[in-house]
């Protein structure tokens, strides 16, 4: 398993990744979609409160690698759903 350190700061790391993204998104291309990207700076905040929380609270009967790999695992797919949605908004 790997420290759950580590695993807090890939988590801040990829957040601050998405957010510096969209804000150079912004920069480049006017505020025209700023509600949009708005948004999903928003998500992606929300989702590292909610992957941290995961992270920090456990479930006891559960083990720990198999919990923290189901853990990282979602934050990965929500954090790829987060990008295409920005992806997405730059095609346009």
Known sequence: MRNLRTIKKDVEFLVAELVDDCFIYLELNGEENM???GEIIGAALDLQDDTMDKINHRPEEEKADKYYKKVTKEF???IDALY???SDISKK
């Open 84 to 86: 295409e949605k920005l």
């Open 76 to 78: 990965v797919e929500s």
């Open 35 to 37: 509600e949009k990207v």
